[in-house]
T-cell receptor, first 111, second 112 residues
Framework: GESVGLHLPTLSVQEGDNSIINCAYSNSASDYFIWYKQESGKGPQFIIDIRSNMDKRQGQRVTVLLNKTVKHLSLQIAATQPGDSAVYFCAESLNDYKLSFGAGTTVTVRA | ETGVTQTPRHLVMGMTNKKSLKCEQHLGHNAMYWYKQSAKKPLELMFVYNFKEQTENNSVPSRFSPECPNSSHLFLHLHTLQPEDSALYLC???????????FGNGTRLTVT
């Protein structure tokens, strides 16, 4: 499953498929980007981050891609599992303590 | 266990009440934050403290008053709130600039 374009608020994906969540950020000078996962009744949980001097970073089952030319950030989740159902937020900052968050994408994993 | 503990988890208060939200971090971080999360809106930064000093007040109304007695504790004092202040209030901490924020599970506030 894939959310295309600037931002889609929801994404439905079949269990076992790969998920791609997209995010357009606003400030071309931002130099730090981060993805969070928020489950119902909990606070946002850190997934992965990337700095502007990189265009790709991999974690466990997740990959973040950064395209500074078009100010686009994406999160890829491999072999999506039911436990991946949550709201996913991207955030950006400009060398300071202030993280600016996107609106979030709700991911639902179908069995 | 997130390393950041917020109490209470739920709070219902009238518009004339005074209450306080508490946050404690056990991660040894030097920066602490308050964020507001309302339905269908992005997280809004309210306050930032770095080494107990307030470095950011994001145009927050004075009915919200933060207090940071040390690098591990953060409070948000509430008085004369409005119903539109009902939201999830999230506390977070981080080691420094451009590093991940670690969030607590929030206080769900309802103003009646």
């Amino acid at each position: 499953g894939e959310s295309v374009g600037l931002h889609l608020p929801t994404l439905s994906v079949q269990e076992g498929d790969n998920s791609i969540i997209n995010c357009a950020y606003s400030n071309s000078a931002s130099d730090y980007f981060i993805w969070y996962k928020q489950e119902s009744g909990k606070g946002p949980q850190f997934i992965i981050d990337i700095r502007s001097n990189m265009d790709k970073r991999q974690g466990q089952r997740v990959t973040v891609l950064l395209n500074k030319t078009v100010k686009h950030l994406s999160l890829q989740i491999a072999a999506t599992q039911p436990g991946d159902s949550a709201v996913y937020f991207c955030a950006e900052s400009l060398n300071d303590y202030k993280l600016s968050f996107g609106a979030g994408t709700t991911v639902t994993v179908r069995a | 266990e997130t390393g950041v503990t917020q109490t209470p988890r739920h709070l219902v208060m009238g518009m004339t009440n005074k209450k306080s939200l508490k946050c404690e971090q056990h991660l040894g971080h030097n920066a602490m934050y308050w964020y507001k999360q309302s339905a269908k809106k992005p997280l809004e930064l309210m306050f930032v403290y770095n080494f107990k000093e307030q470095t950011e007040n994001n145009s927050v109304p004075s009915r919200f008053s933060p207090e940071c007695p040390n690098s591990s504790h953060l409070f948000l004092h509430l008085h004369t709130l409005q119903p539109e202040d009902s939201a999830l209030y999230l506390c977070a901490s981080s080691q420094g600039q451009n590093s991940p924020l670690h969030f607590g599970n929030g206080t769900r506030l309802t103003v009646t």
